[in-house]
């Protein structure tokens, strides 16, 4: 297969083709896997999903839960006899089982509230909840119901809504034969703090889990902390383990003989969501830690954006024998499965590198794994990962064909990797996109600034930028200083000062990727991004004229007013020297793209939505103002009823619409001729 495979080019309907493959979860008896399939529902403008399982030998698969929308988080019992997984009923988020051979699913809770995770007690006659609970005051009632009293400053999240005085707290229900759902659970914390990652001991008599019961500035950093607690009815309060800078994931995995604890995190004070995600040991008596990988290796998770779907559990897990932990790790510019020993710490990659594992499942046998793969040319499929050989690369068979059956009949562009090795910084993994071309032509160029800061960028398939080739674009990106993957001095370079190293690499990549590809029109060039990405574009726009088009996408331009209107607003101080905006309003607008947007002339689409509350509307709107009222070029397109995720998790066809948006905008300003 070459860089461009036979048949017609994509057009943004394909976005209504979309199947994703999520959340694998492996039968007890190591038979099977239940994974969730998503896909859009073009005709009702929604996306709905089922719950699949697939036999590990080959066989077909079959639906267990038929599709409907909002299904998620699939987890067996104990002993493989019940399926259970979350579903939208009655304006809440139930918990539901379904029996292993099929049949009807049972409604296991009517709490009224939304349900966010869960787990199986080890002798399954208990289910662990984590479930938003009203603290200090109950809502209003009547014609007062939608009336919002606040007094916490996390009150509102992106793509959930307004929490207003609800914490997540830890609660239990009995499993047993039941006909009636549970409406009242035994909760297990109390206070003004939200709890995460229930995971319970092998003994099935403690639960360990994520929180800062014992910070009272918990909202105002990072900070939290590993607690286990005894479930037994009069237990004592939770106890506090070890205490973190930033535990990303959440996760805790109980090692076989329940003697101690494994996660991912850093201790690390100051550099917030910038350090990597080493991994840990805890003892469960003492709250010893021990860090069995430093920042060089990379950073826990999978760090890496698509627009795709594809994802699941990215550990870590115990082997059989506690010697080892299984992992997905991110690392310059790779996303792989690998081992790490707990004596000496040497990591094995299980996986190559030609794709990205954006999450996995154990097999009991300790030998195999399921695998999300994500490749450059289709979307993520199941893959069974042989691991027999450790310090090889583990063989590996697709179990599933959605992502070939999502690209069947269309062409897909594979990117092509370079290094940007100038000496004006540190050397930088970038890759490009190229349409088809005649020799001796030339084609537009757009510069895709990553999200975040603290994530990554790999060869893995994005949609979108698909459709920017397949209407004649080249697009090109980059592991620009603030991604995560290359260890902490190379994330942190830009804590404090976005839009100088990070922008500069960004330019870099660029006129390296114009040097090392003729077909690259150096005088037909664009820029786009989206959130940390949009901030790139809004600081270009007072940074340089070279660019014939901008597209800025739930942009941040005022980092003053962020503090207050974005959900993790006041979690950023760390970023502008430990001071909140009333002691140095200062440091806020030197980061801030608003300040110098005097005499900015690229012409420029803003692109936001309305229920974005990470980076919020009114900073989408106040660019688009800002340079309206300059006489600029410009054009704001507001989606109704879409959070900060539109573009990978939006209405379909807003996600159309958004992406014709995008192309209609570059046709107009790098049309051939322009030059």
Partial sequence: MGAHDAGPSLTPRDLLRAVTVDDPQVRPDGASVVWRRGRV???????????????????????????????????????????????????????????????????????????????????????????????????????????????????????????????????????????????????????????????????????????????????????????????????????????????????????????????????????????????????????????LTDDALGTFGNAAYTDTGGSGGTGPVWSPEGDALIAVLTSRGTVRLVRVELTGGV???????????????????????????????????????????VGADGSTRRLTDEGGAVMAGVRATRPRHFVVDDGAGPALDAWVLLPAVGEGDRVPVILYCGGGPGGMRSDNLHMEWQLFVAAGYAVVWANTRGCQGYGDPFCTAILGSWGEADFSDNLRALDAALAAFPALDPERQAIAGGSYGGFQVGWALGATDRFAAAVADRVVVDKLSAFGMSDIGPLRAFEF?????????????????????????????????????????????????????????????????????????????????????YLDWFGRHLADGRS
């Fill in 41 to 291: 529902d073009g005709e009702r403008d929604r996306t709905v999903s089922s719950l699949v399982e697939q036999p590990l030998d080959g066989g077909p698969g079959r639906v267990l839960v038929e599709e409907r929308p909002g299904l998620h988080m699939p987890r067996w019992s104990p002993d493989g006899d019940w399926l259970g997984f979350l579903a939208p009923h009655a304006g809440a988020v139930e918990l539901f089982v379904v029996p292993a051979h099929g049949g009807t699913p049972r409604q296991v809770t009517s709490l009224g509230g939304s349900i966010g995770e869960f787990a199986w007690s080890p002798r399954g006659d208990a289910i662990a909840l984590v479930l938003p609970r009203h603290v200090g005051h109950a809502p209003g009632d009547g014609w007062n119901a939608d009336v919002l009293r606040v007094t916490r400053l996390r009150w509102k999240r992106d793509g959930t809504g307004l929490v207003g005085d609800r914490f997540d707290h830890l609660a239990l229900v009995p499993f047993g034969e039941a006909a009636e759902p549970v409406t009242e659970p035994r909760w297990l914390v109390d206070g003004r703090v939200d709890v995460a990652g229930p995971c319970w001991s092998p003994d099935g008599h403690t639960l360990a889990f994520v929180s800062a019961l014992d910070d009272p500035d918990w909202e105002v950093s990072r900070r939290t902390a590993v607690y286990s607690c005894d479930v037994d009815e009069g237990a004592a309060s939770p106890r506090r383990l070890a205490g973190f800078a930033d535990l990303r994931a959440q996760a805790l995995a109980w090692s076989p003989d329940g003697a101690t604890l494994a996660l991912t995190g850093h201790d690390h004070e100051g550099i917030g969501h910038y350090g990597a995600q080493r991994l840990w040991t805890v003892d469960a008596r003492s709250g010893a830690r021990r860090a």
């Fill in 347 to 389: 990591v094995t990659p299980l996986t190559s590198p030609d794709r990205v594992i954006a999450g996995f499942a154990a097999v009991p046998d300790g030998r195999r794994y399921v695998v999300v793969a994500q490749p450059s040319d289709r979307s993520a499929d199941l893959e069974l990962v042989e691991a027999a050989c």
């Fill in 577 to 661: 020297g430990g001071a909140a905006p009333w002691e140095d309003a200062s440091a806020y607008l030197r980061q801030s793209p608003i300040d110098r947007l005097g005499g900015a002339s690229t012409p420029t689409l803003v692109v936001h939505s309305a229920q974005d509350h990470r980076c919020t509307v009114g900073q989408g709107e106040a660019l688009f103002a800002s340079l309206l009222a300059q006489g600029m070029e410009t054009r704001l397109v507001r989606f109704p009823n879409e959070s900060h995720g539109l573009s990978r998790g939006g209405r379909p066809w807003h996600r159309v619409r958004r992406v014709q948006e």
